[in-house]
């Protein structure tokens, strides 16, 4: 214990480990060249794209999102985040312990890792689902039902990894606490279940979880059941389509993010200390 407190002390005196943090950043990304991190965030999008495509032909642009938002980025996260935490406790912390280094900017690494794997799975399932809907539409002429624009699958997008940016944090933290399955199911159940229907109600920006379903109301047209956002559909209200819940769920994500994120960094640094 006392030796630790002293290699932690000593840091800032050991050339290259004071303020680089790229140093923490690249020793973090090279521990996952070889694991499944790069393949979930392939493999994910394309099952999502794929079983939307056979399986709900004049929905597949918006189903395609739908999924991913409602069922398996959430799943991707949750796996991302139990992959990033297990690297070092399979060597029981060793390489982080035999060392002298700032447990913060270890944090740090971590967090940017998990949510840069979250970044490339939105963009390959964005890119995807662009690709496949032309291939459809002009290809074998399918007729959508719900088409967004370009520019709104764009958007989508971007705002499906800021709304899910809370749960790297949270998810590295649980992991951490109660063991990887139990972490995925919890999160992944979270997302699917309560943070679908919590998205419909009046509150839904006191929370991070509703937040991305119900941009997605506004930017896609379609509801987080994965009905077209529209009059007599079930679960539809005219509050779904207020524009305004896009800059409030979007500073809501954001701020939960920075909460949770700081949070897990003060309660990553004492836990590593012990």
Same mark, same amino acid.
């Given at each position: 214990?006392?030796?630790?407190?002293?290699?932690?002390?000593?840091?800032?005196?050991?050339?290259?480990?004071?303020?680089?943090?790229?140093?923490?950043?690249?020793?973090?990304?090279?521990?996952?060249?070889?694991?499944?991190?790069?393949?979930?965030?392939?493999?994910?999008?394309?099952?999502?794209?794929?079983?939307?495509?056979?399986?709900?032909?004049?929905? *597949?642009?918006?189903?395609?999102?739908?999924?991913?938002?409602?069922?398996?980025?959430?799943?991707?996260?949750?796996?991302?985040?139990?992959?990033?935490?297990?690297?070092?406790?399979?060597?029981?912390?060793?390489?982080?312990?035999?060392?002298?280094?700032?447990?913060?900017?270890?944090?740090?690494?971590?967090?940017?890792?998990?949510?840069? *794997?979250?970044?490339?799975?939105?963009? *390959?399932?964005?890119?995807?689902?662009?690709?496949?809907?032309?291939?459809?539409?002009?290809?074998?002429?399918?007729?959508?039902?719900?088409?967004?624009?370009?520019?709104?699958?764009?958007?989508?997008?971007?705002?499906?990894?800021?709304?899910?940016?809370?749960?790297?944090?949270?998810?590295?933290?649980?992991?951490?606490?109660?063991?990887?399955?139990?972490?995925?199911?919890?999160?992944?159940?979270?997302?699917?279940?309560?943070?679908?229907?919590?998205?419909?109600?009046?509150?839904?920006?006191?929370?991070?979880?509703?937040?991305?379903?119900?941009?997605?109301?506004?930017?896609?047209?379609?509801?987080?059941?994965?009905?077209?956002?529209?009059?007599?559909?079930?679960?539809?209200?005219?509050?779904?389509m207020d524009p305004n819940s896009l800059w409030i769920g979007t500073i809501?994500?954001?701020?939960?993010?920075?909460?949770?994120?700081?949070?897990?960094?003060?309660?990553?640094?004492?836990?590593?200390?012990?």
């Open positions: 214990m006392k030796n630790r407190d002293q290699n932690s002390r000593q840091q800032n005196n050991i050339p290259g480990m004071r303020n680089k943090r790229g140093n923490y950043l690249q020793a973090e990304w090279l521990k996952y060249r070889h694991s499944s991190a790069g393949k979930l965030c392939i493999f994910m999008p394309l099952v999502t794209v794929i079983t939307s495509a056979f399986m709900t032909h004049k929905f *597949f642009t918006v189903d395609s999102y739908n999924w991913w938002y409602t069922m398996m980025f959430p799943g991707m996260l949750s796996l991302l985040c139990g992959i990033v935490i297990e690297k070092d406790q399979k060597m029981k912390n060793h390489s982080l312990l035999s060392i002298p280094c700032d447990m913060g900017r270890v944090w740090d690494a971590k967090v940017f890792c998990a949510a840069s *794997f979250g970044g490339i799975g939105c963009l *390959f399932l964005g890119s995807l689902t662009i690709l496949v809907g032309y291939l459809l539409e002009w290809g074998l002429h399918f007729q959508f039902q719900i088409r967004p624009s370009l520019g709104a699958q764009m958007l989508a997008i971007v705002l499906i990894w800021i709304g899910f940016l809370w749960m790297v944090p949270f998810g590295l933290f649980l992991t951490r606490m109660i063991g990887k399955i139990p972490a995925t199911i919890a999160l992944f159940v979270m997302a699917m279940v309560v943070d679908t229907s919590y998205s419909l109600t009046s509150y839904y920006w006191v929370l991070p979880g509703g937040v991305t379903a119900r941009m997605m109301c506004v930017v896609l047209g379609v509801l987080p059941n994965g009905l077209p956002a529209r009059p007599g559909e079930m679960t539809w209200t005219p509050q779904v809501s994500a954001v701020v939960w993010f920075l909460i949770l994120w700081i949070a897990g960094k003060i309660w990553y640094e004492r836990r590593m200390k012990k």
